[in-house]
Every structure is written in C-alpha cells, then in structure tokens.
C-alpha cells in the first residue's frame, strides 16, 4: 500500500466502506486492510499470477484462511472464480460473503446478484429460483426478479419471464439508474418492445412517473432521444 497513491487509496476506502456498510468495527476495516496487505505483497514479489491459487483454492490459501468472516475477500474470490468459470467455488465463497453479510446486517445486493448468477451460470435453475424467492419483498428485490426473470426465459417460460421483468421495472421505483439497468437487462435477454408496452401499461394506469422514467431510460439505451 506504500506505493499506491493517496488518490487510488482514498477510492479502495471508499469502495470497500460502501461494500462493508455500517456494521463493522475499526478492528474489522483495519484486519482488511493488512489482509490486502498480504495479496498485494504477493503480486508484487510473484507476479498477479500467483494470486490464482488463493482464489481456486481459497480454503488452502496462506492468506485468506486468516481471514474467513472476511465479506469483501469472499465477494470479490467469488467474482474472480466466476471469470474463471470455477462456479463451484464461485458459488461457496458467495454464498459464504451472503451469509456473512446477513449476520452482519449489511447486505449488499450486489453480492446477492453474483450468487445468484452463479447458479444461473451452471443451470442449476430451481436453486437459482429457491434462492431468489426468498427476497421477494426486500429493498432490493429489482435484481431477484430481473434474475429470475432470464431463468424464466432459459427455462421457455416467456409469459413469467416478462412477468417477472415487469415486477423488476415496479421494484425498481423512480431510481433512474436501477431502471436503466433492468431495461438493458430486458432488452438484451428479451426485447424493447416488452419494455415499452409495460411503460405503456404504466402510463394508461396513473403509474405515469414509471412509466416515463421507463420510456426514458429505453429511449436513452437505444440512442432515440429527439
């Protein structure tokens, strides 16, 4: 950390403050840090090469084992092992990180959404769903359904997958970013015209914020603003 500048260090603060929440200690920010410590020392005497083994094999690691409540070194193992396409362990260092979080009352739903991908990765549907409809009703339930919503679709269920990617959009409320984002996902995964006859629907119902904000966001993805 002594080479990194005060700029790039005041970001992994903040990035790691924003992952962590509010319910961990000084001690908890600080036995992150020296963890980081050690992985970094490793990539600089070894080369970033190294790092793999501690990643696939997290449980033998020299450095991580130290550290097993740690959310931020399982989350982020979690989303390394996905690019690796090792989604078995992808899938215990997430929902590991998830468990962790939950104790600690500070959920990440991003966390919540790689785990779920895992599944969705190794068409282990039912799990994914099982998972998924345990958060039906939580803050951040946009993310649960739009997942379950691309389940849906790979599981040739097309009337509950835009069933399910309507409910996202109404979870998602008047975010505009939250919205952009499960438009794009049910654009790619379906079709614009889906999105625009929910917006539609909104609107011809009284939802007429939603329903513009939607008609917005798609209009601004797909370059059509006059």
Same mark, same amino acid.
């Given at each position: 950390?002594?080479?990194?500048?005060?700029?790039?260090?005041?970001?992994?603060?903040?990035?790691?403050?924003?992952?962590?929440?509010?319910?961990? #200690?000084?001690?908890?920010?600080?036995?992150?840090?020296?963890?980081?410590?050690?992985?970094?020392?490793?990539?600089?005497?070894?080369?970033?090469?190294?790092?793999?083994?501690? *990643?696939?094999?997290?449980?033998?690691?020299?450095?991580?084992?130290?550290?097993?409540?740690?959310?931020?070194?399982?989350?982020?193992?979690?989303?390394?092992?996905? #690019?690796?396409?090792?989604?078995?362990?992808?899938?215990?260092?997430?929902?590991?990180? %998830?468990?962790?979080?939950?104790?600690?009352?500070?959920?990440?739903? *991003?966390?919540?959404?790689?785990?779920?991908?895992?599944?969705?990765?190794?068409?282990?549907?039912?799990?994914?769903?099982?998972?998924?409809?345990?958060?039906?009703?939580?803050?951040?339930?946009?993310? *649960?359904?739009?997942?379950?919503?691309?389940?849906?679709?790979?599981?040739?269920?097309?009337?509950?997958?835009?069933?399910?990617?309507?409910?996202?959009?109404?979870?998602?409320? #008047?975010?505009?970013?939250?919205?952009?984002?499960?438009?794009?996902?049910?654009?790619?995964?379906?079709?614009?015209?889906? *999105?625009?006859? %929910?917006?539609?629907?909104?609107?011809?119902?009284?939802?007429?914020?939603?329903?513009?904000?939607?008609?917005?966001?798609?209009?601004?993805?797909?370059?059509?603003?006059?």
């Amino acid at each position: 950390l002594v080479s990194v500048s005060p700029k790039v260090l005041m970001g992994l603060v903040g990035q790691l403050k924003g992952i962590l929440g509010k319910g961990y #200690t000084k001690e908890s920010f600080l036995n992150l840090l020296v963890m980081l410590y050690e992985i970094f020392d490793v990539a600089r005497r070894d080369g970033i090469v190294a790092l793999e083994s501690h *990643v696939e094999r997290p449980e033998e690691s020299s450095i991580l084992t130290k550290y097993p409540e740690n959310v931020y070194w399982n989350y982020r193992a979690g989303r390394h092992a996905i #690019t690796l396409k090792n989604f078995s362990t992808a899938q215990n260092l997430l929902e590991k990180a %998830w468990q962790i979080a939950e104790e600690k009352n500070t959920l990440d739903p *991003v966390i919540l959404d790689y785990y779920l991908e895992s599944f969705y990765q190794t068409k282990e549907y039912n799990k994914l769903l099982s998972v998924a409809s345990e958060y039906l009703d939580a803050p951040f339930a946009y993310i *649960v359904y739009a997942q379950m919503a691309q389940t849906y679709l790979a599981l040739n269920q097309n009337d509950r997958a835009r069933d399910s990617y309507g409910k996202a959009l109404s979870k998602a409320g #008047t975010n505009i970013s939250t919205i952009k984002s499960v438009t794009n996902n049910m654009i790619s995964n379906l079709d614009s015209e889906s *999105v625009q006859e %929910w917006a539609n629907k909104q609107i011809n119902s009284g939802n007429q914020l939603a329903g513009h904000l939607t008609l917005a966001a798609l209009a601004g993805i797909e370059n059509k603003y006059l």
